[in-house]
C-alpha cells in the first residue's frame, strides 16, 4: 500500500503562489502514476493534475491554464505541484493520489489525508 503525505498548504493572497509536496513510502512509488484531486466546500473532488510513473506525461485540468506544474522526484519518492497565479477559485482542500499503474488512465489507489489551500486577500 502506498503512502501518501501532503504539504506545503496554506494561506495566499490571489496572484501569489504555493508549492505542494506529497511525500510517498512504499517501494512501488517509482511504478506509478501520482498527482492531484483537489475538493471545495459543496463541490464534488476534481482532478488536477497527474504525473505518469517515469514523469514522460502530464495532464491538467482545464481551469489551470497553464499556471500549474507537476514534477516528480523519484530519488526521493516525492511529487511536487508548484501553484502560480493562484485565483480565490482555486481554494480548496488539495489530495494527493496514486494511481494503481504507471499511466495516468488507470484508476486511483491510494489518498493523501489532503491539505488545505485558501486564496484570499
Known amino acids: 500500500q502506498l503512502q501518501l503525505v501532503e504539504s506545503g498548504g496554506g494561506l495566499v493572497q490571489p496572484g501569489g503562489s504555493l508549492r505542494l509536496s506529497c511525500a510517498a513510502s512504499?517501494?512501488?512509488?517509482?511504478?506509478?502514476?501520482i498527482g492531484w484531486f483537489r475538493q471545495a466546500p459543496g463541490k464534488e473532488r476534481e482532478r488536477v493534475s497527474c504525473i505518469s510513473s517515469s514523469a514522460s506525461y502530464t495532464d491538467y485540468g482545464d481551469f489551470v491554464k497553464g499556471r500549474f506544474t507537476i514534477s516528480r522526484d523519484n530519488a526521493k519518492n516525492t511529487v511536487y505541484l508548484q501553484m502560480n497565479s493562484l485565483k480565490p477559485e482555486d481554494t480548496a482542500v488539495y489530495y494527493c493520489?496514486?494511481?494503481?499503474?504507471?499511466?495516468?488512465?488507470?484508476?486511483?489507489?491510494?489518498w493523501g489525508q489532503g491539505t488545505q489551500v485558501a486564496v484570499s486577500s
Open positions: 512504499g517501494f512501488t512509488f517509482r511504478y506509478r502514476a
Open positions: 493520489a496514486g494511481w494503481m499503474g504507471s499511466g495516468c488512465s488507470s484508476s486511483v489507489g491510494s
